[in-house]
Nanobody, 124 residues
Framework: QVQLVESGGGLVQAGGSLRLSCAAS????????MGWFRQAPGKEREFVAS????????RYADSVKGRFTISRDTAKNTVFLQMNSLKPEDTAAYYC?????????????????WGQGTQVTVSS
């Protein structure tokens, strides 16, 4: 059973940066793909970024391209989301998710394992 624990959320002013971390345990790290999703109050969960943990290939939502970077540290079984040039509309609970295999899915229903989430609030 894969377990995911997010950290790194907080309150930041518009234009600032945060780095989220997702520590994984309970599986062979490189055998999975992982994604970051976010959900604002009253809205559906939306895709942010995903990464193939074996090859490092990535995918991004258009709304975050050029501002966010997803990466992995295979030695630490951890995936990161570096968020720069943050905007108030980035405010949401951010979740990491994992699925066995190499596909960097964008739909949340394709992922089998989820973390508890970490809140990101961007003030204007």
């Amino acid at each position: 059973q894969v377990q995911l624990v997010e950290s790194g959320g907080g309150l930041v002013q518009a234009g600032g940066s945060l780095r989220l971390s997702c520590a994984a345990s309970g599986g062979t790290f490189r055998s999975y793909a992982m994604g970051w999703f976010r959900q604002a109050p009253g809205k559906e969960r939306e895709f942010v970024a995903s990464i193939n943990l074996s090859f490092g290939s990535t995918r991004y939502a258009d709304s975050v391209k050029g501002r966010f970077t997803i990466s992995r540290d295979t030695a630490k079984n951890t995936v990161f989301l570096q968020m720069n040039s943050l905007k108030p509309e980035d405010t949401a609970a951010y979740y990491c998710a994992a699925v066995y295999g190499s596909s960097t899915y964008v739909r949340p229903e394709n992922y089998d394992y989820w973390g508890q989430g970490t809140q990101v609030t961007v003030s204007s």
